[in-house]
């Protein structure tokens, strides 16, 4: 038996908002364009569910120099054309959020600055208004598990009665570090095989979340 559920934690990109496809292929033409090409199952392994901070780092070690302070400029509309003319929420999460009866909360990797923007812009936002936690608030970044761990702290949920849903490796891998378990969603870019392992229960459909979410619940009270 394990600790009754008492808090979902949602990740962003690729759980509640079809983003990740977006960015990623702008990824491949900015990565192109500075001088490295990769391939899009080369980005997701290496950058979904990881800090901006950690690609920059990444790009400037591959490079061998730093960035300018202005080289996120020359990108940044494509970006934003990306997101302005094709965000959406992810297929079934606006009915999956409806049917959890939990306390839930979101915890990203993205910027509050870019959460609050792409989550307004997708009507999610009110959702989770004033439960809504950025990798800027801690030390490190997924696959740590200090975001999860501060959300749980700041939600006064104990990490064992949190879980995650998460669509990236380092997200998983970052819950179990936390203790909490994880809900892998593999209906994105990522290849269920890389979401399997210890205390996370992979699916490919928002659909099938809010049952998983009752079996669960129900296999914590079973006497």
């Not at 199952?41 to 290496?46: A, F, K, N």
């Not at 901006?52 to 990444?58: A, I, L």
């Not at 959406?88 to 923007?117: F, K, M, N, Q, Y």
Request: hydrophobic residues 40%.
């Amino acid at each position: 038996m394990t600790d009754s559920i008492g808090l979902v934690i949602f990740d962003c990109d690729g759980v509640l908002l079809d983003s990740e496809r977006l960015a990623v292929r702008v990824d491949a033409v900015v990565l192109a364009t500075l001088g490295w090409e990769l391939s899009t199952d080369e980005i997701v392994d290496r950058f979904v569910g990881r800090s901006h901070e950690y690609m920059v780092s990444q790009i400037e070690i591959h490079l061998g120099r730093s960035l300018p302070d202005s080289w996120e400029a020359e990108f940044q509309p494509l970006y934003d054309q990306a997101f302005a003319t094709e965000l959406t929420p992810v297929e079934g999460i606006v009915e999956a959020l409806d049917a959890i009866g939990l306390p839930t909360c979101v915890a990203s990797s993205s910027s509050h600055e870019r959460l609050r923007s792409t989550l307004s812009h997708t009507g999610l936002h009110p959702r989770f208004e004033g439960r809504i936690f950025s990798a800027s608030e801690v030390a490190n970044g997924k696959p740590a598990p200090d975001l999860f761990l501060h959300a749980a702290s700041r939600m006064n949920v104990h990490p064992s009665r949190c879980v995650v849903v998460e669509d990236s490796k380092y997200g998983v891998a970052a819950a179990r570090a936390a203790g909490m378990r994880a809900f892998g969603y593999a209906g994105g870019l990522t290849p269920a095989e890389w979401l399997e392992g210890p205390g996370t229960v992979v699916f490919k459909d928002m659909a099938e979340l809010p049952g998983l979410m009752d079996q669960a619940q129900r296999m914590s009270v079973r006497p």
